[in-house]
Nanobody, 120 residues
Framework: VELKESGGGSVQAGGSLVLSCTASGRAFSTSAMGWFRQRPGKEREFVASLNWNGGLTFYTNSVKGRFTISGDNAKDTVYLQMNSLRPQDSGIYYC??????????????WGQGTQVTVSK
């Protein structure tokens, strides 16, 4: 299973970016997809996720009201709309996916990451 991200880049504070991620590969089904990020000097952290069953979304507190996750289950594609970006949002953003057979909250598949840089 391969997760391919796109949409990263550089933007000034207050600006917007949209990240996209599509899963492909051997026959599989996912129950959820989402995003993590790793900011400079910090541990990798959860950002947002979307459960296909019921469309439940989850966000880390620091992005609530600014980021929106959406997706298309049939296309195994997830998006992250990022508005009102702040310099502290800068980092590498990783797409993640959970196999439908995974019972817990862990994510099984990870993308290579896409860089987001927000300047003052």
């Amino acid at each position: 299973v391969e997760l391919k991200e796109s949409g990263g880049g550089s933007v000034q504070a207050g600006g917007s970016l949209v990240l996209s991620c599509t899963a492909s590969g051997r026959a599989f089904s996912t129950s959820a997809m989402g995003w993590f990020r790793q900011r400079p000097g910090k541990e990798r952290e959860f950002v947002a996720s979307l459960n296909w069953n019921g469309g439940l979304t989850f966000y880390t507190n620091s992005v609530k009201g600014r980021f929106t996750i959406s997706g298309d289950n049939a296309k195994d594609t997830v998006y992250l709309q990022m508005n009102s970006l702040r310099p502290q949002d800068s980092g590498i953003y990783y797409c993640v996916a959970r196999d439908e057979h995974t019972p817990g909250p862990a994510f099984d598949y990870w993308g290579q990451g896409t860089q987001v840089t927000v300047s003052k």
